[in-house]
């Protein structure tokens, strides 16, 4: 099991509908990320916030919107996505106690799988 | 630009062989380093970090890794693998970019298949 919570963990969404990825950490983190993860290939960087302000936008298309309404949630909304957005969205956090926000390890969620026909 | 290579990308093993996989990275200021594994159907997780002090760190399930900063290598090693070894491991270097934030950028992973 693992700390950080992602809902859902499944989604089919068409290329009009407009949705949302949750992720949820209580380990007082500071830095939470989104990444992207297709088949067989490392994570990629999206979004990485530190103490709720965003601090790196990977150049990601703006059909992806990242929020991060406190300090332990993480949303990325999705809209008018195209079938090769398709992957393994993660979330992780990272820098608790001493650490800074954005070193240490990180800590992932399971994914949400989104499939976009 | 930074960047972290891993040499490997299939490993096939018999179990009880030793394990090696490379990683490299270019970068030329502090760095952590991690490596991480992804067992079929689950999550990343953390397997050893490195940050400073002994080079020399020993990680879960009996792995382990050198940083060599001359040659700017962290090498993963197992002295006997195991069946359950099979997974995607990813080498990871966590460092300052030119605006001071800290990112973390992946390897291309190493998938370790072990048989029984």
């Known amino acids: 099991d693992t700390e950080v919570t992602q809902t859902p963990k499944h989604l089919v969404m068409g290329m009009t509908n407009k949705k949302s990825l949750k992720c949820e950490q209580h380990?007082?983190?500071?830095?939470m990320y989104w990444y992207k993860q297709k088949a067989k290939k490392p994570p990629e960087l999206m979004f990485v916030y530190s103490y709720e302000k965003l601090s790196i936008n990977e150049s990601v298309p703006s059909r992806f919107s990242p929020e991060c309404p406190n300090s332990s949630l993480l949303n990325l909304h999705l809209h008018a996505l195209q079938p090769e957005d398709s992957a393994l969205y993660l979330c992780?956090?990272?820098?608790?106690?001493?650490?800074?926000?954005?070193?240490?390890?990180?800590?992932f969620g399971e994914g949400s799988r989104l499939t976009v026909l | 630009a930074q960047s972290v290579s891993q040499h490997n990308h299939h490993v096939i093993l018999s179990e009880a062989a030793s394990l090696e996989l490379g990683c490299n990275y270019s970068y030329g200021g502090t760095v952590n380093l991690f490596w991480y594994v992804q067992y079929p159907g689950q999550h990343l997780q953390l397997l050893l970090k490195?940050?400073?002090?002994?080079?020399l760190v020993k990680g879960i399930k009996g792995f382990e890794a050198e940083f060599i900063k001359s040659k700017f290598s962290f090498n993963l090693r197992k002295p006997s693998v195991q069946w359950s070894d099979t997974a995607e491991y990813f080498c990871?270097?966590?460092?300052?970019?030119?605006?001071?934030?800290?990112?973390?950028?992946f390897g291309t992973g190493t998938r370790l298949k072990v048989l029984a």
């Open positions: 990871a270097v966590n460092a300052a970019g030119a605006s001071g934030t800290y990112k973390y950028i």
């Open positions: 992780a956090s990272s820098g608790g106690g001493r650490l800074a926000a954005n070193t240490g390890e990180l800590f």
């Open positions: 380990m007082g983190h500071r830095a």
């Open positions: 490195y940050f400073s002090g002994d080079p």
